[in-house]
């Protein structure tokens, strides 16, 4: 299939599109000849095409190798420029995924770029260990990052989504690595 990892049937929130992948994968169970059936699905996700009515939230300019601490302070100062867009998404939608580690999105933000000046992980809530809740903050980031992304009529290509790294401040935040700190993708899953 030519989508996205974690999305076998194309894109999210495309019932018709889905359906169609389903059809065709049902028609090959059908069929006779072979016991191996390997038959490409003949288009390629919608989402993957750029909508050219999107743009970000706000505008951001990322300037690629700077020092943690920089990282760190334009990663929290940009949860407070993504909040009309995120409000946005929660009025249209009536609901936000964000909310896995209980703590507000300003402080998932702290807590992730605490990490990044080098500060000891802690947990504030009862039965998360410091590791599982930075998972979980930095899950609710991109949570966030995602709703804001796709608030309004446009929506963004799956390759312009801010979660996804198209310059915002959170993707060099979560890949951050440096001798003695901790590895962003051994940390996270996604």
Same mark, same amino acid.
């Given at each position: 299939?030519?989508?996205?990892? =974690?999305?076998?049937?194309?894109?999210?929130?495309?019932?018709?599109?889905?359906?169609?992948?389903?059809?065709?994968?049902?028609?090959?169970?059908?069929?006779?000849?072979?016991?191996?059936?390997?038959?490409?699905?003949?288009?390629?996700?919608?989402?993957?095409?750029?909508?050219?009515?999107?743009?970000?939230?706000?505008?951001?300019?990322?300037?690629?190798?700077?020092?943690?601490?920089?990282?760190?302070?334009?990663?929290?100062?940009?949860?407070?420029?993504?909040?009309?867009?995120?409000?946005?998404?929660?009025?249209?939608?009536?609901?936000?995924?964000?909310?896995?580690? =209980?703590?507000?999105?300003?402080?998932?933000?702290?807590?992730?770029?605490?990490?990044?000046?080098?500060?000891?992980?802690?947990?504030?809530?009862?039965?998360?260990?410091?590791?599982?809740?930075?998972?979980?903050?930095?899950?609710?980031?991109?949570?966030?990052?995602?709703?804001?992304?796709?608030?309004?009529?446009?929506?963004?290509?799956?390759?312009?989504?801010?979660?996804?790294?198209? =310059?915002?401040?959170?993707?060099?935040?979560?890949?951050?690595?440096?001798?003695?700190?901790?590895?962003?993708?051994?940390?996270?899953?996604?």
């Amino acid at each position: 299939m030519p989508f996205e990892l =974690g999305r076998p049937f194309g894109p999210p929130s495309d019932p018709a599109f889905q359906k169609r992948v389903i059809l065709a994968a049902l028609q090959l169970v059908e069929r006779e000849d072979g016991p191996v059936i390997i038959e490409d699905f003949p288009d390629d996700d919608p989402r993957a095409r750029p909508d050219h009515g999107w743009c970000p939230p706000f505008d951001h300019a990322v300037v690629a190798d700077r020092p943690a601490e920089t990282i760190a302070r334009e990663l929290e100062s940009e949860m407070e420029l993504l909040r009309r867009a995120h409000d946005r998404w929660v009025t249209q939608r009536g609901y936000s995924t964000v909310g896995l580690s =209980g703590l507000s999105v300003a402080d998932c933000g702290r807590l992730v770029a605490g990490q990044l000046r080098g500060e000891a992980l802690t947990s504030s809530r009862e039965g998360f260990s410091p590791p599982l809740l930075l998972r979980f903050a930095v899950d609710d980031l991109k949570a966030y990052y995602l709703e804001a992304d796709a608030a309004g009529a446009a929506k963004p290509s799956s390759r312009h989504s801010l979660a996804t790294g198209s =310059g915002t401040r959170q993707q060099p935040a979560l890949r951050f690595t440096r001798s003695g700190r901790p590895a962003w993708p051994a940390v996270t899953t996604g």
